[in-house]
């Protein structure tokens, strides 16, 4: 017996293998449906209106949601997005082996928080959101810890925000981490899961 009851698959708005692979990893039947929306462009606009980092994530996973839903009537649609902030600022994925080498110098020492956003939609309809958040410590890294880390961790830390995979040789970098693992992940499960319970979606 399948854990998921409704007829067609859950949709996620996102072209994350880790999210995919933690919505699967919980018995959920997924398709992945990314959509493209300026991503920079919503997010200085929250700014703007002095939203704080967390929201930003907020606005940018139901964006996300939202625009996917409009493709795909009657599904049910789930988007998520994840900032990391640094005191005031809010960095984004390195595009570049340089930039990200320059991510890890900056947060090298200190603790950056990732905030977790998930909405979930159904015919643009919102009906439910959350934001989590975890703090992570990276370690004091020299140089050549730095480079070490890149050999091993390879060209896809461009990736993530951050230059870290924390499943993967990214966890070598820290030495405290306070939060959930799967929203360190980008998908905070355990709530999603309440939302489909509340929905009778899964028993």
Do not use: N
């Not at 708005?13 to 990314?34: C, D, I, K, N, Q």
């Not at 080498?101 to 928080?113: E, K, P, Y």
Request: charged fraction near 20%; proline fraction near 6%.
């Amino acid at each position: 017996m399948s854990l998921w009851r409704l007829p067609e698959p859950l949709l996620l708005a996102s072209r994350s293998s880790a999210r995919l692979a933690v919505l699967r990893g919980a018995g959920l039947p997924v398709e992945a449906r990314p959509v493209a929306i300026d991503e920079r462009a919503i997010e200085a606009e929250a700014r703007g209106t002095g939203a704080a980092s967390d929201d930003v994530a907020r606005v940018l996973a139901q964006a996300k949601a939202l625009a996917a839903s409009a493709l795909a009537p009657g599904r049910v649609v789930l988007g998520a997005d994840q900032t990391l902030a640094l005191g005031g600022d809010i960095l984004h994925k390195p595009p570049t082996l340089e930039a990200a080498r320059a991510q890890v110098r900056q947060l090298s020492g200190r603790t950056h928080v990732l905030h977790a956003a998930v909405a979930i939609v159904r015919d643009e309809e919102v009906l439910f959101e959350t934001v989590e958040t975890a703090q992570l410590t990276m370690r004091d890294l020299s140089d050549e810890a730095i480079e070490s880390y890149f050999a091993a961790a390879g060209p896809q830390v461009i990736e993530s925000v951050g230059a870290y995979q924390i499943e993967g040789p990214g966890v070598q970098l820290f030495e405290r981490i306070d939060g959930d693992h799967f929203t360190i992940l980008g998908l905070p499960i355990l709530p999603v899961l309440a939302c489909f319970r509340s929905e009778g979606w899964v028993p």
